[in-house]
C-alpha cells in the first residue's frame, strides 16, 4: 500500500502532467502568443491560482512542454544508437529519423511551428544542452565505428559536432521549414550519406 506522501506525490505528477498536456494542446491550436494561463485553467476546469501552484508562469509550461519534445526527440536517438547495427547505418538512420520528427512534431501545424521559434529565440540554452546531449550521441557512434575500421581516426568531438552541424538544415524547425519546398535543395538522404562519407575519407 503506498503511503500519504507516495499517493500525494503521484497526484501532483498527475496534475502537473495534465496542465502541460492542456498547454501543449492549446499551444498548438491557438499559438502560444494568444494562449493565457486563464485559458489552461479553464480547458482543466481549474482556478488560475491553481495552476501557479505547479508552474510560475506561461513561460514555464512552455518551457515544460518545449522540455518534453527535446526529450522525446533523444529517446528516439538513445533507442537508434543502441541498435545492433553498423556504425554507419545507426549514424544514417539517426539523421533521417532526426529530420522526420522535426517535420513531424514541430512542423505539422504552423502554431507548434510558432512554439518552437520562441523556444529557440528565448531558451536557447535549453536548446544548447540538448543540442550537447545529442552530440554525445553521435560521437559514440563514431569511436565504435572507428573501432569497427568502419570510419577514419579522427578527432571523434570534433567529427560528432562537424556532424551535427552538416545535417542542420534537417534538423532545424526554421531551416526545415525554408528548405522543404526548395527544388535545388540536397534531399535528406543525400545529406545525411554526404555526411557519412566524410567520416570515411
Known amino acids: 500500500m503506498q503511503d500519504a506522501d507516495t499517493v500525494e506525490a503521484d497526484s501532483q505528477t498527475d496534475t ?6 492542456a498547454g501543449d494542446a492549446l499551444f498548438r491550436h491557438y499559438g502560444y502568443s494568444k494562449t493565457t494561463v486563464a485559458d489552461i485553467a479553464r480547458e482543466l476546469g481549474m482556478s488560475t491560482a491553481n495552476i501557479y501552484r505547479f508552474f510560475s508562469s506561461k513561460i514555464e509550461i512552455h518551457q515544460a512542454v518545449c522540455h518534453r519534445m527535446m526529450e522525446a526527440s533523444r529517446r528516439n536517438a538513445s533507442e537508434i544508437a543502441a541498435l ?6 545507426r549514424l544514417r538512420r539517426f539523421g533521417l529519423s532526426q529530420h522526420q520528427f522535426t517535420v513531424d512534431t514541430m512542423l505539422d501545424e504552423e502554431k ?3 512554439m518552437v521559434i520562441v523556444a529557440i529565440e528565448r531558451d536557447w540554452h535549453v536548446i544548447d544542452k540538448h543540442i550537447d546531449r545529442l552530440h554525445a550521441l553521435i560521437e559514440s557512434i563514431i569511436v565504435e565505428g572507428i573501432e569497427a575500421g568502419e570510419f577514419r581516426p579522427q578527432d571523434t568531438a570534433s567529427a560528432a559536432r562537424c556532424f551535427g552541424a552538416s545535417l542542420v538544415s534537417l534538423h532545424h524547425p526554421q531551416l526545415v521549414t525554408q528548405c522543404m519546398a526548395k527544388e535545388n535543395r540536397a534531399l535528406a ?3 545525411v550519406d554526404f555526411a557519412i562519407r566524410a567520416l570515411k575519407s
Open 112 to 114: 507548434v511551428h510558432e
Open 16 to 21: 502537473a502532467t495534465r496542465i502541460l498536456d
Open 84 to 89: 545492433p547495427l553498423s556504425a554507419e547505418e
Open 189 to 191: 538522404d543525400e545529406l
